[in-house]
């Protein structure tokens, strides 16, 4: 009797022993691609209400814990600190644009999974203000609780850099401002290659006509028209090539000698732009132009001839 009560204890601690270690014995991939699906869905779920600038969404499978600690570049909240600080936030941003440049997952066990992305974040508010994150990092950390995933910590790190200005920019008065083009102007753009423009003002409207020639033969050349619109307070302009093509674009001043243009179909949305110029009128008669491509910058400079 003795000797089955001793194997029936060791049977029951080998047991016992079993079970409590099942919970850190690595995932099989099976296993992990079963969790990951179940926390995909819950990651796309807040990068969804945080470009919808819905809170409820974003922060929905976030624990209302005490243990729930969320991190912000050097600043810690609990649960109610953070959801009163996005609360603030959301109730100014109009839409987020998120990219997610690199994704992973860590499987701690089947009941704990941390989530870590690379990302690029535009933030546009409704007051104009258009910000961009980049760098951007964050971390969730998931944990199965009750059946549920749920955000037990969350982790962001990022820098900012504010792509347009609030609408301060819209007091300008973008009609006087922008007769600072009229006149006819010159652009090197390389070795023998140059950029005439002829713009004239006509009311609250501007017509130019410009070409790109190189060694005395003409590479583009096309008529442009520039129209207020007071809408987005933006200056629309067509631009109408010889080979009949035709380009609209948006421009505004955001301070007296500086302006941006973009693509028209992205005035709504100036974040999204694939292509941004970025313009400084130094002084009267030179005006510094950037453009934007995609990570690649090219500068020109324009000197007023006449």
């Known amino acids: 009797m003795k000797t089955i009560l001793i194997i029936l204890f060791v ?22 691609e079963k969790v990951k699906s179940e926390v995909e869905l819950i990651v796309d779920t807040i990068f969804k209400g ?17 243990d729930f600690i969320a991190i912000v570049n050097s600043n810690m909240w609990d649960y109610k600190g ?10 100014k941003l109009r839409s987020q644009q998120i990219s997610r440049l690199d994704e992973k997952y860590s499987f701690i066990n089947d009941s704990t999974v941390i989530y870590s992305a690379k990302l690029k974040t535009i933030e546009n508010y409704k ?14 950390t998931f944990m199965k609780t009750k059946g549920y995933w749920k955000v037990i910590n969350a982790i962001e790190s990022s820098l900012g850099e504010i792509l347009i200005k609030d609408e301060a920019s819209k007091k300008l ?50 008529k442009q028209i520039y129209i207020y619109d007071k809408k987005y307070a933006v200056y629309l302009i067509t631009e109408i090539f010889k080979d009949q093509d035709i380009k609209q674009w948006g421009i505004r001043f955001t301070a007296k000698n500086k302006y941006i243009l973009i693509p028209e179909k992205d005035i709504e949305n100036p974040a999204k732009a694939s292509f941004k110029e970025e313009g400084e009128f130094k002084t009267p008669n030179l005006l510094v132009v950037r453009d934007f491509v995609n990570n690649n910058v090219t500068t020109f400079n324009f000197t007023k001839v006449k």
């Open 11 to 32: 049977l029951f601690a080998c047991i016992s022993c079993t079970t409590n270690n099942k919970g850190n014995q690595p995932l099989s991939d099976s296993q992990k």
């Open 127 to 140: 007051d104009g203000r258009v910000v961009q994150l980049f760098p951007d990092a964050i971390q969730f």
């Open 173 to 222: 008065n973008q009609v006087a401002l922008m007769k600072q083009f009229a006149g006819s102007w010159k652009g090197n753009f390389g070795k023998d290659t140059l950029a005439l423009c002829d713009i004239k003002t006509y009311d609250a409207g501007l017509e130019g006509y410009y070409k790109i020639e190189s060694k005395g033969k003409i590479l583009k050349e096309a």
């Open 50 to 66: 945080c470009e919808e600038a819905n809170l409820k969404k974003a922060i929905g499978t976030w624990l209302d814990s005490p």
């Open 82 to 91: 953070v959801k009163n600080v996005l609360d603030t936030i959301f109730q």
